[in-house]
């Protein structure tokens, strides 16, 4: 198990409970990093949802926002876009100077998120995965201009818990938003094409899940260890005449490789949008 410095004094509030925040929390629990007691969550409004999270987790649901401020040490942002000004406007209010802010919405600006909150604390923000929940997330993160070193490094730390960590710079947040953000979707949504191919070729479907899922999990950790790159691990396949080749015409008269290129730059050039959009 991973470790995090000094943390029996963390208290983490999330603002925000939906998909991600689960993933997160349920990492950090997981993996017994911090304990649901040193965790809050609020929502909007769905009582519901915390109750859920409050009976699978352990974690203190609450709908006061001052006082979840006042009792955490960082909080972690959760919410959409289009939410976020509304809710640093209100957050504002009971932020202190040295307060953690870590945000994991996609394409909004620390810039920004220091302006609506009226407060120069400081904000790391993020970009992790939903593999936070299995401790395999690919998270991105950056400094805003009122943090140091140390701040980046308490997320860091948190972060390296549920998954690997990558300091970049906060203008790249936008493509990592597309390809490591956005980009389990894209492998789900390839996973279940390989599963509905072989129930249509005659499967039972919990077969071709298995197969499917081995066959992923085989070739991420292929690409893991091997020392080839993936285009000598794919060569490799492929035998002259054979199946693979077979296959792959297939793909590229589908352009698939250029689709996914383009789905991972469309989705960095809406993180982008959303920036602008809610700004
Ligand atoms: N789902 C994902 O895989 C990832 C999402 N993100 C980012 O995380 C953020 C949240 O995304 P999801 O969890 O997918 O969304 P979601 O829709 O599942 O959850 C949003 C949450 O925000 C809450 N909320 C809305 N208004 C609020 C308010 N006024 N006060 C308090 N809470 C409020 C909602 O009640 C809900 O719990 C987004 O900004 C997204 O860009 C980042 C990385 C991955
Ligand atoms: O779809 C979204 O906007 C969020 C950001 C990265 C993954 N999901």
Known sequence: MRTLENRDTLRVGFVGAGSIAESILGGI???EILS???IYVTNHQNDQRLLYLQQRYGVSPTRDLETMVKDSTMLLLAIKPKEAKEVCLRLG???RRDQLIVSVMAGISTKNINEWLGVDCPIIRTM????SSVGLSATGIAAGRYASESHLEIAAQLFRAIGSVFQVAEADLHILTGLSGSGPAFIYYMAEAMEQAGVKAGLPADLSRELTVQTLLGAAHMLLKAEEEPAELRRKITSP???TEAGLAVLNSYSFQ???IDAILRAAEKSEELGKLYR
């Not at 992790?128 to 593999?131: A, H, K, W």
């Open 93 to 95: 209010k009971y932020i």
């Open 241 to 243: 005449g054979g199946t």
């Open 29 to 31: 629990i997981k993996n």
């Open 128 to 131: 992790p995965n939903t593999s």
């Open 36 to 38: 649901p007691a040193q």
């Open 258 to 260: 250029q689709a996914m």
